[in-house]
Nanobody, 123 residues
């Protein structure tokens, strides 16, 4: 069982930056995919970025060049650095994890979820 605890959400103006963190507890294996997902009101949850245990990254086209996913395996912590934020980035952001070597962006692949953190970008 893996428990995920997110932090770092908030409200910023267009063009601002935020950094999300996600601490993982309870995993003792070596292959844990981790990712960030988001869900805006009235929309389906979507993948933002994922990273495997070898730090191979997948990212949605909408965030490439603006968002950076990273992980610190020693601290069991996942990060999402978000720069040049846009109003359309407004959503609840979720940290998620799955066991195994394959990471991807379809949210249905992921077994473990954090509680979510709100990100609001205003003009």
């Amino acid at each position: 069982q893996v428990q995920l605890v997110e932090s770092g959400g908030g409200s910023v103006q267009v063009g601002g930056s935020l950094r999300l963190s996600c601490a993982a507890f309870g995993y003792t294996g070596s292959d844990l995919c981790m990712g960030w997902f988001r869900q805006a009101p009235g929309k389906e949850r979507e993948g933002v970025a994922s990273i495997d245990s070898n730090e191979k990254i997948s990212a949605a086209d909408s965030v490439k060049g603006r968002f950076t996913i990273s992980r610190d395996n020693a601290k069991n912590t996942l990060y999402l650095q978000m720069n040049s934020l846009k109003p359309e980035d407004t959503a609840i952001y979720y940290c998620a994890a799955k066991e195994g070597t394959y990471c991807g962006l379809p949210y249905r692949l992921y077994s473990y979820w954090g509680q979510g953190t709100q990100v609001t970008v205003s003009t």
